[in-house]
């Protein structure tokens, strides 16, 4: 890939004795600009431009000492530097820089000013299109720095021009076609004045043309090798087949300083670099040409690296860094480095275990373990070899333990690695690992591997995997078969370390305590009774401090995770001007700045880049207006805003440019990148609504194409792009209508085809239609592998990725929390070096939730016969929206169009059963960030050849007092259908047209006998189709209240177990009667019976956990149907073998606290029970209550503990339910700390403990001091002195325990205490 990028960039090849140039880096432009077109060098004003990044500094450099910089007031492309007349003091060479995120740009072309009376001396540089052979295509570029210059290029031994150009900018192209050897030979460029030939440019520096190519290419070799340190000596020798030649070897990243010239007698040259350079490094070529300029091939590149330290290599284990015995395990050593030797080597061993030579190494290259024993197990690590001396240092950026174990392992050592395998069969597009004790958690891989760290014990826990292939991109499959992975047996947690360090703390602690005690009883003679007493004090004191900093650096201590996230910048608001006058609209102008985000709080207008025009609050709208007024000189300029929310400033708006009072704003142009054979859209943007459009191309006198009033902006379409379109394109606006007002042409746009990859597959892994706060991910992936990536956001580059691992061909790209100004066109690109790839698809981001919801319906209907067209009307509120139709289960919208007025009309053609299903439909505006409307309530399209069947029910119930109200609901699943009811032996229907939800009400209020009856519903479209409609169900609207009450008893009993028989039977005073089960809850009637005698018997045979419930019945006569008795008493049925266990609960929480009690609080779901509360390790009952409400106190820590209760039946005393859950109430500690409570016990007690020996220790020993002798002193005031008798007579011959003034003198210490 190296050798054909630079292949590609030198073309055909150059030699320079002066000023040549080959751009790897992109460079600023500088050129220079002046109001005196007869004599430029009145008054000069230097320009310097970004090639594509704005910048918030720039630099002005002259003859590398003399430095101007200048930082703008917001980020920008291009800034001014005024010089003035240039003099004496300002000529020189000039050159500017701009600010990168890490540091000063590359530096421009230089710009040579050498005299006052002179134009500036041009430049030029060489651009080839093939390889360098002869037949190719050369282009020569030069640079004169001012516009509206002639351009002459002359060759050695010519008198007259080679050719001329005036070009319409600072640069001209001359093209050389078709290369041949008479193209050989010494060119030189001069410039002069379009309307003063006699004032010329001096000649640039000479080019020397050599046309490769014409013989074999040479070898070019290093000795003693292409990598050494500085200050080491390298010879590369160029070996050609052919005596007498001149050797050329040239350094691709610099050919001007790095360009040597050599003729030998013999067939090679030799060119020695005495002490090298870190700046020597790069890549080198040679060539060899004759005396009339005909050149060989380009030698291979040889790449030479001058470096004190080696890039560090790492080392990565396939599969796994724990490994089962017998099996082969792939040491995969990486580096920067390709073409070096790499040696493996392992702890304990002197010499490397492997070699791999250079010809092997393309940067990641494998070491094989073939049937690991445990003699393999070890740290491995890996480094270059290099088979010549060099000073060079060898590092290592990590080293791997291998585990050799004789079964598949899943343990984590304390700060290693495991790799986990996802394995199937057939080739997948991405995998995915998921942890389930961490929901956040999710890794996305290519290659079927994923590395988890462990860190400090956070990496355990159950993983699976998932994936998802190419076919089905947004169908994921089945998680695999869970891995646990566990800690090994010994794990040292942060815990265990912290009670280490205790233990020893309090051990040193006790020792010097001990020390002290000892040395006061031995060694003192007579202290000071103060400075004893706060010497142990401070001892006891410092080490309480020291035991409670341990205690609390020991308790439980969480884990620290950190997310990385992309953050959105701000978008940039949109610029726009108005007016009431649209054949001159310069009368009266007004400028308006709107924002996308909803958060705006004022916006700021300025002009030129630093003048303040005025500030404006936002508006509901989020805008604000800046009235001009009529234009004056005054008001020429650029103009752009910028929107301020509470913690940030936006980026500018697109500048405005006024060029004049009696012409329109400037127009702006812009396009995306050229593909050959592709459609291509050039944007142009008027700034005012109601102009015209024109495109034009350099060199053609028309408009190429014309559009007429369409907005503020026109795109103009090349359908088919190919190399007779390429060129410099302007457009311009004029006023609808004639005579036409015509404003400035715009900046040129020079459309260039280049070389680029193919288009990259972008996708959203989500919907692309969000709620704002919704995470949103983009994927850029391609077939291409040690690709970067790039993220725009309407043709904005936002993010950047770079290959994360060698061979990676994707990138994500996350937005966490996705806000109103976020949405927008999103596509991608990919790059290797200076090829890029075509634009992706692009993928519209719509945030909604923005605007309100319109409203969705479809003609002729819902319901459409196979076959027919529909039509999804999607009405909003505002005008020239773009709307987006939306089918549930699809990822994407299906439909997109933009409208002018308020409503757009979706097609649905030939519908088929596929196209059956929920419908929503969203509008948002494509200026402002896709900020969109909520969805729209969701419309189902039924494709189909028979309405579906409607379902008739009663609210609240079939069965309906005499007096109360009742609905009857078709319901269905139809939208915007009328309902037609029927009633059994009623001629007329009743009737509701239209309705909007999915079911038709029909109350019917005040029931009577008339309301008896059977009822049925039906669709009713209010459209022509032959469609067919089917009844619904038949409902029999029941009456109660016209007969005496029934009784209703159950056998067995109220409580049965599951599985046995039941029987529910229904006693009626009157015969000929029917009997009807009802059940509370359900609408309809359970079942009827017409029995022969006064009784029903309803028999629920192996009955079941629901058909618990309240039960009761009604009974109507023959004669009489539907009209029925009164209620019978409710009868309440358990089916259970034992009730239900019940929750418990403590309130306001498990962890007691001083003086506090804790009420625990049972549930069951049964009325009628007494509750009763357990605790652990008591053989009777805790507690009795009837709510379940329990108060527990924790006097002497008799509270704490496991509680569980449960109840029993008032009415069945006997049968106890099953025992709740336990519950632990526990101390202050709480279940946070529960892994830690038994390790603070102890602690605590251990305090206890110290503090109350310490007390004991003082005690005693102040018992077996002697008395306090008191001197005498007079009580106005002074103070008495106390003197504490020597604790023990040691070395004192003739002294006695009870002569205090035997003791000596010099060791008498007496201390002064206040009284």
Known sequence: MMLRTFNLLLGCVWLSLGMASMAVEPEPELWMESNHPHAPWKNMTLQCRSPFRVSSKFLLMKDNTQITWIRPPYKTFQVSFFIGALTESTIGVYRCSYWKEKGWSKPSKILELESPDQLPKPIFWIQAETPPLPGCNVNVLCNGWLQDLVFMLFKEGHTEPVDDQVPTGTMAIFSIDNLAPENDGVYIFRTHVQMLPTLWSEPSNPLKLVVA????????????????????????????????????????????????????????????????????????????????????????????????????????VQPSPVIQMGQNVSLNCQGLMDGVGLALYKKGEERPLQFLDGTSNDGNSSFLLKNVTSKDAGIYSCQYFLNWKTSIKMETYNTVELMVVAWPSSVFKMGKTITFQCRVSHPVLEFALEWEEKTTFQ???????????????????????????????????????????????????????MNEVFRISLFVQLISLLLLVL????????????????????????????????????LCKGALAEEIEIIMPTPKPELWAETNFPQAPWMNLTIWCRSPSGSTKEFVLLKDGTGWIATRPASEQVRAAFPLGALTHSHTGSYHCHSWEEMAVSEPSEALELVGTDILPKPVISASLPVRGQELQIRCKGWLEGLGFALFKKGEQEPVQQLGAVGREAFFTIQRMEYKDQGNYSCRTHTEMQPFKWSEPSEPLELVIKETYPKPFFKAWASPVVAPGARVTFNCSTSHEHMSFILYKDDTEIASSDPVQPGSSAAHFLIISVGIGDGGNYSCRYYDFSIWSEPSDPVELIVTEFYPKPTLLAQPGPVVLPGKNVTLRCQGIFQAMRFALLQEGNHAPIQFQSASGTSVDFLLQTVGAEDSGNYSCIYYETTMSNRGSYPSIPLMIWVTDTFPRPWLSAEPSSVVTMGQNVTLLCQGPVRGVGYILHKEGKATSMQLW????????????????????????????????????????????????????????????????????????????????????????????????????????????VVRDQDSGVYSCVYYLDSAPLAASNHSNSLEIWVTDKPPKPSLSAWPSTVFKLGKDITLQCRGPLPGVEFVLEHDGEEAPQQFSEDGDFVINNLEGKGIGNYSCSYRLQAYPDIWSEPSDALELVGAAGPVAQECTVGNIVRSTLIVVVVVALGIVLAVEWKKW??????????????????????????????????????????????????
């Not at 007498?244 to 001007?256: A, I, N, Q, S």
């Not at 067995?1052 to 005073?1069: D, F, S």
Request: a neutral charge.
């Open 994 to 1101: 239209g309705s909007t939800s999915n079911e038709g009400a029909f109350p019917i209020t005040n029931i009577s006998g008339a309301s008896i009856g059977r009822y049925s519903c039906c669709y009713h479209p209010d459209w022509i189709s032959s469609i067919k409609i089917q009844p619904s169900n038949t409902l029999e609207l029941m009456v109660t209240g016209l007969l005496p009450k029934p009784s209703l008893l159950v056998q067995p009993g109220p409580m049965v177990a599951p599985g046995e028989n039941m029987t529910l039977q229904c006693q009626g005073e009157l015969p000929d009667s029917t009997f009807v089960l009802l059940k509370e809850g359900k609408q309809q009637p359970l079942e009827q019976q017409r029995p022969s005698g006064y009784r029903a018997d309803f028999w629920m045979p």
């Open 443 to 497: 890794k996305f891989s290519v290659d079927e591997d994923f590395i988890v760290t462990k860190i400090e014990g956070q990496g355990t826990g159950t993983y699976s995997c998932s994936y998802f292939i190419q076919s089905h991109p947004d169908i994921w499959s089945h998680h695999g078969k869970p891995l646990k992975s566990a800690r090994p047996t010994g794990f040292l947690t942060w815990n265990s370390i």
């Open 213 to 316: 190519g014409l013989y074999p290419k040479p070898t070019l070799t290093a000795h003693p090798g292409p990598i050494l340190a500085p200050g080491e000596s390298l010879s590369l020798r160029c070996q050609g087949p052919i005596y007498g030649m001149t050797f050329v070897l040239l350094r691709l990243e610099g050919l001007k300083k790095y360009s040597y010239y050599k003729k030998p007698v013999k067939n090679e040259a030799y060119f020695y670099f005495k002490s090298l350079k870190t700046q020597d490094t790069g890549h080198y070529l040679c060539l060899y040409y004759d005396a009339s300029y005909r050149g060989s091939l380009f030698s291979d590149i040889l790449k030479v690296w001058v470096t004190d330290t080696f890039p560090k290599t790492w080392l990565l």
């Open 519 to 554: 040395w006061i009883q031995l060694r003192c003679r007579r202290l000071r009774f103060r400075e004893i007493w706060l010497l142990g004090t401070a001892q006891g004191v410092a080490m309480l401090f020291i035991f409670m900093g341990l205690l609390c650096c020991g």
């Open 1266 to 1315: 002697p008395r306090l002798r008191t001197r005498g002193s007079e009580t106005d005031g002074r103070d008495q002195t106390v003197v504490l008798e020597e604790c023990n007579q040691e070395g004192e011959a003739g002294t006695t325990a009870n002569s205090p003034s035997s003791a000596t003198p010099e060791i008498s210490v007496e201390l002064t205490v206040p009284i």
